[in-house]
């Protein structure tokens, strides 16, 4: 394998497609498999029982695959899973799962993940999502498609981040995020819908429409949860766009985030 730099250690335990290019000092571990055109720079560590896709790009001093930073952990053989596509830039890190939950850390495709973000244990991210530098997960977080993370934004453990919603600079979201809402301040408050966002993913005007009409009725109403989703499924769904919101409030394990 001409691809892989003579200071490189790649386990001969480990599965690399033969097109997969290892840079200077980096170190794949046992049980690690790797798809073709995958790109990997220099001083990278992938260990542990990790899955990793086609045509991804690893940047210097990322860390994938190590043990879960929970103090249950006792080296129960888990794993991270990572599709295809993804950008992983400069010193982050995904851990691999506990035993406590699934066992597995997932990232779908095509994610922009940026310069020291972290991903924790059991976290199951999505497709097409944006982690802004410095962006960290708590354990057991689950993160929808499309999902915007700005720069120091964060989710405590266990949240629920609905698909097309936004975090601004420096917030922190300690209850479930509903799909297409925008927080921002500290603590986090619900600031309106992901307009651009949507606008940008060729959401029709009549869906945006029903989506700001549910988010009055979510934020901007005296209603109570139960009456606030009954009222949006009255909307009448015209392309799923409701039927995203409805399922996750219905499944909401934390709360939603509230203004304040």
């Known amino acids: 394998m001409t691809n892989i730099h003579k200071t490189a250690v790649v386990s001969s335990k480990s599965n690399i497609d033969p097109s997969v290019a290892i840079g200077a000092y980096s170190i794949i571990g046992d049980d690690v498999e790797i798809g073709k055109n995958t790109k990997i720079e220099s001083h990278v560590v992938i260990k542990g029982n990790t899955k990793i896709g086609e045509d991804n790009h690893f940047y210097s001093f990322s860390s ?4 879960p930073q929970d103090k249950k952990y006792l080296n129960e053989e888990t794993a991270v899973e990572i599709g295809d596509r993804n950008t992983i830039r400069e010193y ?26 972290h991903i924790a244990h059991d976290c199951q991210v999505g497709n097409n999502t944006i ?91 005296d209603l109570r949860l139960e009456e606030a989703i009954k009222a949006i499924q009255d909307l009448g769904d015209i392309n799923g766009e409701l039927n995203i919101l409805v399922d996750f409030l219905n499944n909401t394990t934390r709360g939603i985030v509230r203004k304040g």
Request: glycine share 14%; charged share 20%.
């Open 64 to 67: 994938i695959g190590d043990d």
């Open 92 to 117: 982050t890190t995904i851990n691999k799962g506990t035993i406590q939950d699934v066992g597995v850390t997932r990232m779908g495709n095509d994610n922009w993940i940026m310069a020291y973000v």
């Open 131 to 221: 982690f802004a530098n410095n962006t960290t997960l708590g354990g057991h977080v689950e993160v929808g498609d499309n999902v915007i993370f700005g720069g120091f934004s964060g989710a405590h453990q266990f949240c629920k981040i609905g698909a097309h919603s936004f975090l601004g600079m420096y917030s922190g979201v300690a209850r479930d995020l509903p799909p297409y809402v925008i927080v921002m301040g500290q603590p986090a408050e619900p600031r309106g819908i992901n307009l651009e966002g949507l606008k940008r993913r060729d959401f029709s005007k009549d869906q945006i429409r029903n989506i700001k009409s549910a988010y009055k009725a979510l934020y901007m109403s």
